[in-house]
């Protein structure tokens, strides 16, 4: 099993800056990859980023240049930097886990609100 908890959503200016974070914790479990989604006000979850266990970094169009994914050297937390904030980007932001036995883990969501 593994316990994910999420801080560092609110409401911020656009323009504005706001960093995620996502801690793991369990027992023997091997974590695969890690990554950030959101789900925008009435739409569907959409991935935003994602660090798999080698370091690979990947990112939704919509964010490239403007957030970073990153993750502890215990690969235990990973984090969002999100820079240049415009109000589409408000959403409730995930945190997901893919552990080695293809099971993915999700966070309990924080909530980001970027007003105009």
């Known amino acids: 099993q593994v316990q994910l908890v999420e801080s560092g959503g609110g409401l911020v200016q656009a323009g504005g800056s706001l960093r995620l974070s996502c801690a793991a914790s369990g027992s023997g479990v091997s974590i695969i990859s890690m990554g950030w989604y959101r789900q925008p006000p009435g739409k569907q979850r959409e991935v935003v980023a994602t660090i798999s266990r080698i370091g690979n970094t990947n990112y939704a169009d919509s964010v490239k240049g403007r957030f970073t994914i990153s993750r502890d050297n215990a690969k235990t937390t990973v984090y969002l930097q999100m820079n240049s904030l415009k109000p589409e980007d408000t959403a409730v932001y995930y945190c997901?886990?893919?552990?080695?036995?293809?099971?993915?883990?999700w966070g309990q969501g924080t909530r980001v609100t970027v007003s105009s």
């Open positions: 997901k886990v893919r552990a080695s036995s293809a099971r993915d883990y």
